[in-house]
């Protein structure tokens, strides 16, 4: 599984990214983010529009 900061990197600049809608913020007061890990697209760690290693490889030729 990859780290929580790349899964924000990705999320983050993911075109099929969606809101889980849990509508929950950290009783921390963190800001909500764009993740993978919040994203209603991931089911069992997989993204299922396959789009996770498209993201990841398209940042890194930036």
Do not use: I
């Not at 929580?4 to 099929?16: A, K, T, Y």
């Not at 889980?20 to 993978?36: I, L, M, N, P, V």
């Amino acid at each position: 599984m990859s780290s929580n900061q790349e899964m924000r990197h990705v999320g983050g600049l993911c075109p099929g990214y969606e809101p889980d809608d849990f509508g929950f913020q950290s009783s921390t007061g963190e800001a909500y983010y764009k993740s993978c890990v919040n994203c209603r697209n991931l089911q069992d760690g997989k993204c299922v529009k396959d789009l996770y290693d498209k993201v990841l490889a398209s940042s890194d030729q930036c």
